[in-house]
């Protein structure tokens, strides 16, 4: 992890390793709130002004979920998993496979895909 920052040019320091941390080890993408849920010693500013520098050196990336107010960030680094979204709850789960891998169109070179599932999680359904 702190690869990344240098290689970025960042500081290295340990309340930014703490959000990349969070961040390598959560199966999901994660709000600044959840983020900050884990690392209380970090006033939630901060975590928004570390966001915002990972952000900038391209190390996490940004997502916003329609139909929530939420704003995830996730690391580049995982940027080609797929999630799923639960309508109601606005939950996230990623999902293991990419339906899409390989898919080829003619007469185009794909370099990348974006994929997001709407739906009900399993609480939700009921
Ligand atoms: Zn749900
Ligand atoms: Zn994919």
Redesign the pocket.
Known sequence: MDKLLTQAGLKCTKQRLDVLNILNTANKPLTAEEIHAEVSDIALSTVYRILDKLLEKNIVIKTTIPKSDGVYYELTANEHKHFAI?L??H?LKYIDICPIHNTTVSDFTVTGHKLELYG??K??IK
């Open positions: 639960c109601a709850c939950k009900y999680c609480e939700c």
